[in-house]
C-alpha cells in the first residue's frame, strides 16, 4: 500500500498511576480509530510515565505495565500500535516500544541509545540494548520477540529510534534501518522541554533523519508536567524525505492528542501536508510551558491552588501572572467545566477562577516603600487573585531583642548587615506557610536562576516554599519577559511593577538598597554563568572570553565574587524547592548541575586571575 495514514499520539501521564495512564492511551487509540488511522505511535514509557525514576529497578513495574499492555491489546482492532515500557530481563531493565497489530503483539524493540547527560540519568535505571540483537523473551503466558526489530504492517515496514537514538547523530539507529529498507522510522520519546527546542528536534532529529534515511519519519514525545519537574511539550512531528507534513499544536492542556496525516511512501509530493498554528516566541513557549506545568501541579497533586508572598517586585509578580495565565489558557482550551472539575473549583470567570486558586500576601516592614505595595496590589486586583497585606515588625523585633538580650549587646547595621536582613525574611516565612496550611494549597518560592548562582537568597525566608517555579530562568530573562507581558498579557499592575529597580528592600530605605549593588550588573552575571555553569569553563577561561566588553580589573572583581559565592553557596542550592526545568541549563542539583558542597573554591584557578 502506498499511501497510509499514520498519526502520532501525545498522553499527559503519571508516574504509576494506571488507570489515569491507561485511560488516556485508549481514548487516543479510539480517536486514531475514528480518524481511519492504521499505524499509531504512542511516546516513550507511555504505560507507566517516564518519571518512575527508581521503581524502574523493581520487578513488580514492569511486571504491572505488561498487563497493562494486555488490557490495551484488547482495543487494537483494525490498527497497529506501539507504545512504550519498561522490561525486565534477568534483573535488568530495558526502556522498550511495543508493537500490537490487530490484537496480536508483534514484538518490543529496546532503546540501544541512553541519555545521561543534563537532566537524564537513563543508565542508572537502564542497560542499552545491543545492535542487532533479536531475542525471545517470556512475559506472564506469552513468548515475545524482543531487541533490534523491524516490523510489516500495511504493506510497508517500520524500526524505531527511541528519544535519544535519535539525537546520537553517527550511532543512529536509522543507519541500519536504512540498509534493511524500512519506510518509515517512529522515534517514541520522553524529550522534556526547553525553550527553543521543539525547532532543533524538527530540524536534527525529525527532518534530517527523514532525509539521511531516505523514509518518513515520525516524532511522538509525552505531554505535561509528568512528575514535578519536567515539562513535556507533546511534540508531534511528521516529516518525510525532507519536506515537513505535519506539526500538532504544543504544550496542549488536553490528556492526549493524536495527529494524523495521509502519507504517499512512494511520491512525497502527493503527501498530505498540515499547516502548524504554532508560534515560535520565546516568550509566549515560556508562558505556556509554565502555566501547562502548574496546572497539572495542581490537579496531580489534588492541592487547593497556590500561596504567594507578593512583594511587587518582578520574580513574584511572574509567578502571580503565570498562575493567571494558567487559568485563562486551561479555561480557553478546555472550557470551564473541564478546568473546574480538574481543579476543583466553581467558577465561570477567570478572575473568579484566580480567586479561588491564588491567594498573595505582602508582608511589610519598615523597610519596605510604598511603591512596591502598591505594585503588589494593583496586581492583584488587576488577577483576581486574593490579597492580604500584613507587617512583620513586630516578629523581627522579638527575634532581635532575644538575640541582643543572649549576646549582651545592640545589632547593628554597620556590623551585623547580613542578620538584619536576614531576620527580616525568615520572618516572613512562618505566617505564610501558615496560610498555605490554612488554604491546603502550594506554596509558591519565588527564587530565580541568578539568585541560586550566587545564593542571593535567605533560606527559609523567601526560599520558603513547596515549588519554585522560575528557579530555571535568569533575572535577565525574568525582567525582559515582564516588559513583554506588560505589552502583550494586559495585565495590570505589570507596568508599575516594569518600572521598579529590582531590591530586595531589606536594608532601611535611606540605604538605596539593589540587587546589582549587591552583587554585579545582572547581564554580566548571565554571562558568567553561560560560560562558567553551561561552558563548564575556568575562571581565567571566562576571563579570556570577556575580557575584551569590560574593564579589567572590575571584570576580575566580578569573576572573583562570582565564583567564590557559588562554592560557597552549594548547600543553599540543595534545597531550593523543585522547580522546573525551563532553558538549556538550570542550577538544580537534582536534576542537572551537581558540585560538591564543599570544596577549594576555586582558590589556585582564581589566583590565575592576578
Known amino acids: 500500500m502506498s499511501t497510509l495514514k499514520i498519526a502520532g499520539a501525545t498522553v499527559n501521564q503519571i508516574p504509576f498511576d494506571w488507570s489515569n495512564n491507561t485511560a488516556n492511551i485508549i481514548s487516543a487509540i479510539a480517536a486514531a480509530q475514528k480518524q481511519e488511522v492504521k499505524i499509531l505511535c504512542f511516546p516513550e514509557l507511555c504505560v507507566t510515565g517516564y518519571g518512575c525514576e527508581d521503581l524502574f529497578l523493581s520487578d513488580w513495574l514492569a511486571e504491572r505495565a505488561w498487563q497493562e499492555v494486555l488490557k490495551i491489546r484488547g482495543h487494537c482492532i483494525n490498527i497497529t500500535i506501539c507504545i512504550g515500557l519498561p522490561v525486565r530481563l534477568n534483573g535488568i531493565t530495558y526502556n522498550g516500544s511495543c508493537v500490537i497489530r490487530n490484537q496480536k503483539i508483534l514484538g518490543i524493540t529496546f532503546k540501544q541509545n541512553l541519555a545521561r547527560d543534563g537532566v537524564h540519568y537513563e543508565p542508572r535505571w537502564f542497560d542499552p540494548w545491543i545492535p542487532n540483537r533479536i531475542v525471545d523473551i517470556n512475559l506472564g503466558n506469552e513468548t515475545v520477540q ?174 502571580a501572572v503565570l498562575v493567571a495565565e494558567m487559568v485563562k489558557r486551561a479555561s480557553t482550551e478546555l472550557g470551564w467545566d473541564a478546568v473546574c472539575q480538574a481543579l476543583n473549583i466553581q467558577a465561570s470567570q477567570w478572575q473568579e477562577a484566580v480567586g479561588k486558586l491564588l491567594t498573595c500576601a505582602y508582608q511589610g516592614t519598615r523597610n519596605s516603600s510604598t ?124 507596568h508599575a511593577v516594569n518600572n521598579l529597580q529590582p531590591t530586595a528592600e531589606l536594608r532601611p530605605l535611606e540605604r538605596n538598597q539593589t540587587d546589582e549593588d549587591d552583587l554585579m550588573p545582572y547581564t554580566v552575571l548571565a554571562e558568567i554563568e553561560r560560560y562558567a555553569i553551561l561552558e563548564r569553563r575556568s575562571p581565567l577561561q571566562v576571563y579570556e572570553r570577556m575580557k575584551f566588553h569590560h574593564p579589567e580589573a572590575l571584570l576580575k572583581s566580578w569573576l572573583r565574587k562570582f565564583f567564590r559565592l557559588w562554592s560557597a553557596n552549594q548547600w543553599k542550592r540543595e534545597r531550593i524547592a523543585p522547580s522546573f526545568h525551563l532553558d538549556d541549563l538550570n542550577v538544580d542539583p537534582r536534576t542537572w548541575c551537581r558540585f560538591p558542597i564543599l570544596s577549594s573554591a576555586f582558590k589556585e584557578e582564581l589566583e590565575m586571575l592576578g
Not at 147 to 174: M, N, V
Not at 222 to 227: D, F, I, Q, T
Not at 459 to 475: E, N, Q
Open 146 to 319: 524482543a531487541g533490534d526489530l523491524i516490523y510489516e504492517a500495511e504493506g510497508i515496514t517500520f524500526g524505531f529510534e527511541i528519544c535519544e537514538d535519535g539525537w546520537r547523530r553517527s550511532y543512529r539507529p536509522g543507519y541500519r534501518l536504512k540498509e534493511r529498507g524500512v519506510d518509515l522510522i517512529f522515534n517514541p520519546s520522553a524529550s522534556h522541554f526547553a525553550m527553543g527546542k521543539s525547532l532543533l528536534r524538527e530540524q536534527e532529529v525529525v527532518r534530517d533523519g527523514s532525509v539521511t534515511f531516505d523514509c518518513v519519519y515520525l516524532f511522538a514525545n509525552l505531554l505535561g508536567n509528568e512528575a514535578g519537574r519536567m515539562i513535556y511539550d507533546g511534540d508531534i512531528i511528521i516529516a518525510h524525505k525532507g519536506k515537513m507534513l505535519a506539526v500538532n499544536k504544543r504544550l496542549s492542556f488536553k490528556r492526549f492528542q493524536v495527529l494524523a496525516c495521509q502519507v504517499d511512501f512512494t511520491d512525497v509530493a502527493n503527501s498530505e501536508v498540515i499547516p502548524s498554528l504554532d508560534t515560535k516566541d520565546k516568550n509566549e513557549e515560556l508562558t505556556q510551558a509554565v502555566a501547562l506545568a502548574l496546572y497539572d501541579y495542581a490537579r496531580k497533586s489534588k492541592a487547593k491552588g497556590f500561596v504567594l508572598s507578593l512583594s511587587g517586585g518582578a520574580d513574584s509578580s511572574s509567578c
Open 371 to 494: 511603591n512596591t505595595f502598591q505594585a503588589a496590589k494593583e496586581l492583584a486586583d488587576s488577577i483576581g487573585a486574593e490579597f492580604h497585606h500584613w507587617t512583620i515588625d513586630d516578629e523581627v523585633n522579638a527575634y532581635s531583642h532575644k538575640i541582643e538580650t543572649a549576646i549582651g549587646r545592640q545589632l547593628t547595621w554597620e556590623e551585623d548587615d547580613v542578620t538584619l536582613q536576614n531576620i527580616q525574611a525568615r520572618s516572613r516565612s512562618p505566617i505564610i506557610w501558615m496560610l498555605a496550611n490554612v488554604k491546603r494549597a502550594v506554596l509558591l518560592t519565588t527564587s530565580n536562576r541568578s539568585e541560586g548562582d550566587v545564593g542571593y537568597a535567605t533560606m527559609d525566608g523567601d526560599t520558603s516554599g513547596s515549588l519554585a517555579p522560575i528557579a530555571g530562568l535568569s533575572k535577565i530573562f525574568i525582567l525582559q519577559w515582564l516588559r513583554w507581558a506588560e505589552s502583550n498579557l494586559h495585565h495590570g499592575g505589570l
